[in-house]
């Protein structure tokens, strides 16, 4: 870990701090105001489990930038990489004339991905490119146009993307009209099963089927995506079973599954990905976020035949791949490998199950706490036995976190998730330190 950062959280002014005030205000004047800002504090540095503001002040992340940096922001093996790359050369464009670095990032993704069946994989920059490639990828190899995806689903804010998002505000108001050919089916989502709670995986499996074979017909699917846990929608796990309902049906039907491991890829659930845990081989798997450490790359990697079935020239882009996002990405899983980053994944589950466990026995607020690995979330209600969705504690509580330096995220199609994506190269004394704030956020305002 950088000793350039220093460990631990420390706040010298107001957060934000005057110098981030004055960034903001020049933010206002130059960047759109639909870039919004969570937390606007400006970082100067950050490392392992903290980032520091250019007021000085030292954050804890419980964030990793939405996933991204599960090696820390500065982990030295990227860092190594990425200086020794940008010396050599810094693009030539894969399709133009190609570098090793690349295949060996497509070497890795075909070693770790679940499934021993032969792969091919393609790279991209963002994680909504490669869910279009996906998509576009699975519409060549079947021939046919639609697809389905799940309530409470993130894809991306692409055009095809957008479509396949379900939530409305803030990601597509106003952006329509969007790509066609994509229908929405229930989600198997256990705390607001509309159903009987004890038969949702029964009950949305059903609902699933029959909406795809009376509304779509199965033979002009070409694909089904969906995200193993649901990352935005609000840290959804779907029953232990469901998700390999869902892709032996696909198999039955010629149509392609796509798991889209963008969030829970990459050691964050506590196995490479989310479908390890759950015995599930995807036809096709997109990843992204936490693929590079913090540089920009995605990817989608899948069945030899389905991702060959593309005519030569059919995938690319001109950045896609680029040289030093692939040494970057070497150097976070040769950290992932060497520092055994699932297993700590999996401590730090131990570590906040526990302790979000006792905040819920003091807090009938929270309704429920899901999630797995390092990727944990709690759903907060009105509280009293009353289930329904509380935006407005969720707000506060975060707000209560960010002014006391630790960084949090919110989530959920009704916004009242706090969901938690520590870096994994943060120390449990900065997770112990974060969740007692957590504590006192509730004890304040719950
Ligand atoms: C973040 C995310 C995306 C979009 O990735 P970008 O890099 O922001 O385009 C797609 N799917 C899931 C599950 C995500 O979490």
């Known amino acids: 870990m950088s000793s350039a950062v220093e460990q631990r959280r420390r706040l010298v002014t107001a957060i934000p701090g005057p110098r981030s005030v004055a960034m903001q205000a020049r933010k206002v004047a130059t960047v759109a105001a639909g870039v919004g800002t969570g937390l606007p504090v400006y970082i100067e ?5 903290v980032l520091v503001d250019v007021d000085g002040n030292h954050l804890i992340d419980f964030g990793s930038g939405i996933a991204v940096t599960t090696v820390g922001s500065s982990a030295p093996r ?3 990489r990425v200086q020794a790359q940008v010396e050599e050369f810094t693009h030539t464009c894969f399709m133009v004339t190609p570098y090793e670095e690349y295949l060996a990032v497509c070497e890795k993704l075909a070693a770790l991905t679940p499934g021993t069946h032969d792969k ?3 790279l991209f920059n963002s994680g909504a490119e490669a869910v279009e490639n996906a998509v576009k990828i699975a ?9 389905v995806a799940f309530d409470h689903a993130y894809h991306g804010r692409t055009n095809l993307t957008m479509a396949l998002t379900a939530k409305n505000m803030p990601y597509k108001q106003g952006f329509g009209p969007f790509a066609s050919e994509v229908y929405r089916v229930p989600m198997a989502y256990p705390y607001r099963w509309v159903g009987e709670r004890t038969r949702v995986a029964d ?8 909406q795809v074979h009376a509304q779509v017909g199965e033979e002009n699917v070409a694909a089904v995506i969906i995200e193993p846990i649901q990352g935005e929608g609000g840290f959804i796990v779907p029953p232990k079973g469901w998700l ?10 010629g149509i392609v599954f796509i798991a889209d491991e963008i969030q829970t890829g990459f050691c964050r659930t506590g196995d490479w990905f989310a479908c390890d845990h759950e015995g599930v ?3 096709l798997i997109t990843t992204a976020k936490g693929i590079a450490g913090g540089l920009p790359l995605a990817a989608v990697t899948g069945r030899a035949e389905i991702m060959d079935a593309v005519h030569a020239g059919g995938l690319g882009g001109t950045y896609g791949g680029n040289p030093v996002a692939c040494a970057a990405a070497l150097g976070a899983i040769e950290t992932m490998e060497a520092e055994d980053l699932c297993g700590r994944a999996r401590e730090v589950e131990a570590l906040f199950t526990e302790r979000l466990r006792q905040l819920a026995e003091k807090f009938d607020v929270i309704g429920e706490i899901r999630g797995r690995g390092a990727m944990l979330a709690v759903e907060l209600v009105a509280g009293g036995g ?3 969705p509380n935006p407005a504690l969720t707000s506060r509580v975060s707000a209560f976190c960010h002014q006391q330096g630790l960084v949090t995220l919110t989530a959920g199609t009704y916004g009242n998730v706090l969901r938690f994506l520590p870096p994994l190269a943060i120390s449990d004394d900065l997770l112990h330190e974060g969740l007692d704030i957590l504590e006192q956020a509730f004890v304040a305002n719950a």
């Open 244 to 253: 390999k309902r869902v892709a032996d049906w696909c198999r039955e039907h």
């Open 78 to 80: 990227v860092v190594e």
């Open 203 to 210: 009950e949305a499996f059903e609902a699933f089927t029959s």
């Open 120 to 122: 091919r994989s393609a």
């Open 139 to 147: 519409r060549v190899f079947t021939g046919r146009t639609a697809v």
């Open 45 to 49: 540095r950050a490392a392992g489990g």
């Open 386 to 388: 009353d289930e329904s």
């Open 281 to 283: 081989v995807p036809d």
